[in-house]
């Protein structure tokens, strides 16, 4: 079976009703990015950080995946599929995709202050005084500004195995995420979906300046046809 490692960022989410990040009235628009997603924020005003993913857990629990992340679950049925998502959301996973690899972690899970491994299911308001088993205030399992990203390597190990690459809805600028893209063999078909690309095409790289939710059911149509 061939495999599809499809990356996937914010955009993929728009038409769901989540603000991306850099867009014009994005997410970061009304934020200062280091004191809501950055360690330091954390350490200065907790319960601000705490009440800016509350208020995205909230906003989360309300909308529903796009025809763009239903698309991708189809792919299942002839190819080997693997997504690789920059967004904190579970929309892919609500619309069935079985394999998924969150880089910037999860809204939908929290952790311990005192063991990064101590990863729990919530999704209700997170507040100041709510602790781990040891006692420990709980955070967002995200991966703020500044801060590793342990699911990189295995995604990279993911990406070097691809066959044909989709990127869909992401500016790239943010590294290592953006890196995974020099991860792929020689060879290996890329497509990138997005209104705004921010790539050229080139002999292995098809651009589709397309919002995902037109873009990638047809994209999926066509790779489908193409098995049969
Ligand atoms: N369909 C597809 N793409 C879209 C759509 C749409 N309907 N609407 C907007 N886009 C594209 C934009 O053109 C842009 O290229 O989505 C991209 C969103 O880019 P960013 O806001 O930078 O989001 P992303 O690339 O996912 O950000 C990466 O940065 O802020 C951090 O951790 C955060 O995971 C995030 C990371």
Known sequence: MRHIVVLTGAGISAESGIKTFRDADGLWEGHDIMEVASPQGWE????????????????????????????????????????????????????GSTNVTHLHGELLKVRS????????????????????????????????????VPMFPVAAEITEKADILIIIGTSLQVYPAAALIDFVKQGTKIYFIDPKPTISPGPDITVISEKASVGVPNLVDQLLEITT
């Not at 990863?119 to 602790?131: A, I, K, Q």
Request: some cysteine; aromatic content about 10%; glycine content about 2%.
């Open 44 to 95: 200065r005003n907790t319960k601000k950080v705490l009440q800016f993913y509350n208020e995205r857990r909230k906003q989360l629990l309300t909308v529903e995946p796009n025809p763009a992340h239903l698309a991708i679950v189809k792919l299942e049925e002839k190819y080997k599929v693997s997504v690789v998502t920059q967004n904190i959301d579970d929309l892919h996973e609500r619309a």
């Open 113 to 148: 202050t005192f063991n990064e491994n101590l990863v729990m299911d919530w999704r209700s308001d997170l507040n100041p005084g709510d602790f781990c088993e040891h006692n420990f205030q709980l955070r967002p399992h995200v991966v703020w500004f500044g801060e590793a």
